[in-house]
């Protein structure tokens, strides 16, 4: 019955009574009935018949009350529950690379595609950690600030994609964004996953000196190196059109670099071959970075049992004054 529970359930077996008087009823209520011949004209005979039905109707009147009396009996409570949620979260920035060798196709349907549907499957993990996105190529820049609306957050995921930038692997420059971004943060923990297929060549701040500033102020960074071992389908140039033309060429991480990074900030490096390398990587990070959470439960009860002795109460005073009037069995 939803959120409605009875204080006392086992008095709910005495309704069994209910069906029973009705059964001794049907079986032998009419031995307790006088039987009268009299002289009916037909005028008089709607006006006997409409009484019958309604006196027979009376005795439903109290099995109804009956009925209810016995529920109340029963003490029916609305019961509210509540749930006070404290919980000592993350701040997680996500690095994401969107430069052209993203579109490489050794992942379905692509790098970048399969990387940020990974990412919103791992933000759907931390529901109470805050998690904000930069985007990097040849520069970088803050998607989306620190936030608790994964729904926002993954829109915003969604709307990556190559070009959006300046061509080139800005490692440095992502990573110092998303530093920035985490530098006032309150957070007891405040960590950075930072994904990229290529090796650093672009951008103003050498990725040394950005994890050099993370480790000075406590933020620790997982980095993930995505691609596949040998040959990669991969945009190699563009046509009169503007459109990628793809071949195949070596696949190039600079995995020592990424060590480095997450060696030097507490973190750890990865290495994601397919699809199901990276999702794996998001689970280990997940159960690595764990909230704290903490869970206070509430509960409430509010008395129901009033309207249906009220009722019940009207049901038989109903039954009462037609007894007293239009249904009286004798004259006075």
């Given amino acids: 019955m939803g959120n409605i529970h009875f204080a006392y359930p086992y008095l709910l077996l005495l309704l069994v009574l209910v069906p029973l008087l009705w059964w001794w009823r049907r079986q032998g209520g009419e031995r307790w009935h006088v039987k009268m011949r009299v002289a009916e004209w037909p005028e008089h005979a709607a006006l006997a018949s409409w009484r019958g039905r309604l006196r027979d109707l009376l005795f439903y009147f109290r099995l109804l009350a009956l009925s209810l009396l016995l529920l109340a009996l029963a003490r029916p409570q609305y019961v509210q529950k509540k749930e006070k949620v404290k919980a000592d979260g993350v701040d997680i920035m996500l690095v994401m690379d969107i430069s052209s060798s993203m579109l490489s196709r050794d992942f379905k349907p692509d790098r970048l595609e399969a990387s940020k549907l990974m990412a919103q499957r791992f933000a759907d993990q931390r ?8 985007a990097f190529a040849g520069e970088a820049f803050t998607k989306s600030p620190l936030t608790t609306d994964k729904e926002v957050l993954k829109k915003f995921l969604g709307e990556l994609s190559v070009g959006q930038l300046e061509d080139g692997t800005a490692i440095g420059m992502g990573l110092a964004t998303a530093v920035n971004r985490l530098k006032d943060s309150k957070a007891k923990s405040k960590i950075i996953i930072l994904l990229t297929d290529g090796v650093n060549n672009a951008g103003y701040i050498q990725p040394e000196t ?4 993370a480790q000075s102020l406590g933020i620790k960074v997982y ?10 389908l991969t945009p190699v140039s563009r046509d009169l059109r503007g459109e990628y033309i793809f071949d195949y060429a070596a696949v190039e991480i600079d995995e020592q670099l990424l060590r480095h990074i997450s060696k030097l900030t507490g973190g750890q490096y990865f290495r994601a071959t397919d699809e199901e390398a990276l999702k794996r990587i998001y689970d280990e990070i997940n159960r690595m970075e764990k909230t704290k959470i903490e869970v206070f439960s509430f509960t409430r009860r509010k008395e129901a049992f009033h309207p249906l002795v009220f009722l019940a109460i009207c049901l038989l005073s109903l039954d009462f004054l037609l007894r007293q009037t239009i249904l009286r069995s004798l004259p006075t």
């Fill in 127 to 134: 529901p109470y950690d805050r998690i904000g996105l930069v």
């Fill in 210 to 213: 950005a994890a050099e500033l």
């Fill in 223 to 232: 980095t993930i190196g995505v691609g596949s071992t040998g040959m990669a």
